[in-house]
């Protein structure tokens, strides 16, 4: 465990002696800030909720995400320092997991950034502040979903940028699982047992009880599903590649 | 794990790596091809041979990061593919080109390493003091890598691998891209730390190989060629205990034809003639010294002797003749 921490607080400080984070937290702020105040329309509504906040996140996530990802392991074998981690007494699903965690973490921080979101809700009403803490966690382990799948994508290749957009694409097919656009795909060719299931597999159903502060059992269950899958991928293809 | 048996390295361990028959294929192309060495300590192994040979494929099997397609490569005892992690404790590695993570500065890079190996608090900052010292990077502490020079850049490498002090040390090109100073202090370091630890470095350099290494090992098209010493390597050359001479007042032909009358000589070349002199290298026939053969032969027609040497064997010569055509 104490392994996966080495690698966790390296890479969490990587994040941040480049202007990399920088740029990337101030995106973040301003997009989620953009999106909520004039499409959410949220001033318009005249709720004293962050709904039209939390609905933007799987689209600013979509986006941002990857770009966190993408150098994770892309930028470790371009650069040879693969070499060197996989040469320490760290093995590889301690190194994954501890990259892993640092992505995450870093993501925790963009999100906690957006507190002004949160006092200016308490400030103009009343909103139920367990709804919106619910949100928030439910959007932190929705990113962490997107993460597992940036990361994967990331060990694949040696080129960030097709790392970057791999992810996107991917995330794309799984916020838009539920959709006619992926389910028209899949009727085409899967039992409709299986179309279901691709249904289900849409981030967007699984979000929307969480902007409304709701977080079943069965969407952390999906969620959890995802990143266990493909945090385990990432495993394999680092040992494949190893091997290749 | 039935019918094997852990054997740990102690001190009284002969043999810290063992490989046997390993290989590795890269889809078609064979890298490696059936290898088989083993090095004990006290010993600095000389992995010699072309660009491309295998010599880093093979480096980068010992040290864990590629995983054989064939044979068995052990450290200290333990198996590369069933132990990797112990394998990983007992070696200090130093990849080919000298990577590291280049927002990083030095000093944090070698407390992520200690760090990565187990290394806490105030054996931490004891060892890594002693990397620093013995690479003497003291003055680049604190600047990121990417902005230090390529001689820096490989000794803040060379630190990383030596921080935990380990028995194995595997160095891919340690002295490449350092000037002749630094190469200096590196060989000697390596010749320094070579009685306590077992220590195989791969180079281009032949004078690398004669000033540190213990042995050489000539791989070449993925395959073993040479395994000796390097001074048993130099034997083989054609120049080994060769005579270069230069004589005044004789023609260069009527020379050679002398020479190459004595019964150790094979061949006798002419390197320069003119009116006034000659100079020829006279090759043994099978490596044995003629240097007494072609002294006489000098001191019995009495011929004006400017210049007389014994030649050592040339390892480029030898290098080359072992590794031809099969780059």
Known sequence: MSKVLVVFRREFAGYFTTPLAYVFLVVFLALAGALTFYIGNFFDRGQADLQPFFTFHPWLYLFLIPAISMRLWAEERKSGTIELLLTLPVSVPEAVIGKFLAAWAFTGVALLLTFPMWITVNVLGHPDNGVILAGYVGSFIMAGAFLAIGACMSALTKNQVIAFVVACAVCFLFILSGTPMVLNFAEAWLPQVLVDAVASFSFLTHFNNITKGVIELRDLVFLGSVMGLFLYANVLLVELKKAA | ?327
Not at chain 2, 39 to 57: C, D, H, I, M, Y
Not at chain 2, 154 to 170: G, K, N, S, W, Y
Request: charged fraction near 25%; include cysteine.
């Open chain 2, 1 to 327: 794990m039935a019918g094997r048996t852990r054997t740990n390295c102690t001190d009284g361990c002969a043999r810290m790596i063992e490989v046997q028959s390993l290989s590795k294929h890269f889809g078609p192309i064979v890298a490696v091809d059936d290898v088989s060495f083993a090095v004990g300590r006290g010993e600095v192994l000389g992995f010699l041979g072309p660009n491309g040979a295998g010599k880093s494929t093979t480096m980068r099997m010992i040290a864990g990061f590629l995983a054989p397609t064939g044979g068995t490569a052990r450290v200290c005892g333990f198996d590369v593919i069933e132990q990797p992690i112990e394998v990983k404790r007992r070696i200090g590695y130093l990849p080919e080109g000298a990577p590291s993570y280049a927002d990083m500065t030095p000093k944090s890079f070698l407390s992520f390493t200690a760090a990565a190996r187990g290394l806490g608090g105030a054996a931490a900052a004891r060892h890594i003091g002693e990397a620093i010292e013995r690479t003497q990077i003291a003055s680049v502490l604190e600047r990121p890598i990417d902005t230090l020079s390529k001689g820096y850049k490989r000794r803040v490498a060379l630190a990383q691998a030596l921080l935990h002090d380990p028995e194995v040390l595997i160095l891919d090109e340690p002295t490449d891209g350092l000037d002749p100073n630094q190469k200096h202090e590196v060989r000697t370091l390596i010749r320094e730390m070579a009685p306590r630890k077992t220590i195989v470095i791969s180079t281009h350099l032949l004078e690398e190989v004669s000033a540190v290494c213990t042995r050489a090992i000539v791989i070449a098209g993925g395959k073993l060629v040479a395994d000796s010493t390097p001074l048993e390597l130099e034997a083989r050359s054609r120049l080994h205990n060769a005579v270069s001479l230069r004589l005044g007042g004789i023609a260069a032909a009527a020379a050679r034809e002398r020479l190459a009358a004595l019964s150790g000589v094979g061949e006798v070349e002419i390197i320069e003639a003119t009116e006034s002199a000659a100079a020829l290298r006279v090759c043994p026939r099978n490596g044995h010294p003629i240097i007494g053969e072609v002294s006489r032969l000098v001191h019995e027609r009495g011929w004006t002797v400017e210049e007389i040497r014994v030649e050592q064997g040339h390892l480029d010569e030898v290098f080359r003749t072992i590794t031809a055509g099969r780059g």
